[in-house]
């Protein structure tokens, strides 16, 4: 089994031509850096959307939340808006068709990914597991639902630090990072909910392990 991520850039045809191009500058870095550190091929398409396989799927919902952190740090040059977002659907499964390219393989987990990110229209959801298990996938319809309603109160300082807390940095080493002090840290850490964001990760992780030894 494995995780296939599928992306879009929200509102991506809002952003200016070199805004555009800050946006998928700072993904593709971060999807190197994905690839150096959980072995997470990702690959950009059709201008804003994204798609990747991670080969341990209990690490998928670390790679998606490193994505989305990186993009919500950008500011939004469009008044307004809010922070620049994607969406995101995670699929668990086989893969059948392994290619040179990822976006050339296929099997279950693509397909799943796929076909989910297809259904998510609006605002929200913003980010769904799909596996063959309901019971699994209706568990998380109710987690990531709640975690949109954390993260739509989110700032780019507060997706700032999320994201050095994803990399097990300590609080003053994430101060020294953003030139703020330790204590601002802590109340952007607590004000963007980490211990909760925290839990999450861990309980995706236990049951990706515990279906992926099923």
Not at 80 to 99: F, P, Q
């Amino acid at each position: 089994m494995q995780a296939v991520i599928t992306g879009d850039l929200i509102d991506s045809t809002t952003f200016s031509a070199s805004a555009l191009n800050t946006i998928l500058n700072a993904m593709n870095r971060e999807f190197d850096c994905l690839k150096a550190s959980m072995w997470a091929e990702f690959r950009l398409f059709r201008g804003d959307s994204f798609q990747g396989v991670i080969a341990d799927p209990s690490l998928a919902l670390d790679a998606a939340l490193f994505i989305k952190t990186r993009v919500n740090m950008i500011p939004n040059e469009v008044k307004g808006k809010g922070l620049i977002d994607v969406k995101m659907a995670i699929g668990l499964g086989v893969i059948d068709l392994k290619r040179p390219s990822i976006l050339e393989s296929n099997g279950e987990a693509f397909q799943l990914s796929g076909r989910t990110l297809d259904v998510m229209k609006g605002d929200y959801p913003r980010l769904l597991l799909k596996t063959n298990n309901e019971d699994i996938n209706d568990e998380f319809d109710v987690h990531f639902s709640l975690f949109d309603s954390l993260t739509s109160k989110w700032s780019v300082a507060s997706a700032e630090v999320i994201y050095y807390m994803l990399k097990g940095l300590k609080e003053r080493e994430i101060a020294a990072e953003l030139g703020i002090n330790q204590s601002a840290v802590n109340h952007r850490k607590k004000a963007a909910n980490w211990d909760s964001i925290a839990l999450l990760l861990e309980r995706y992780r236990r049951v990706v392990t515990t279906l992926k030894q099923a």
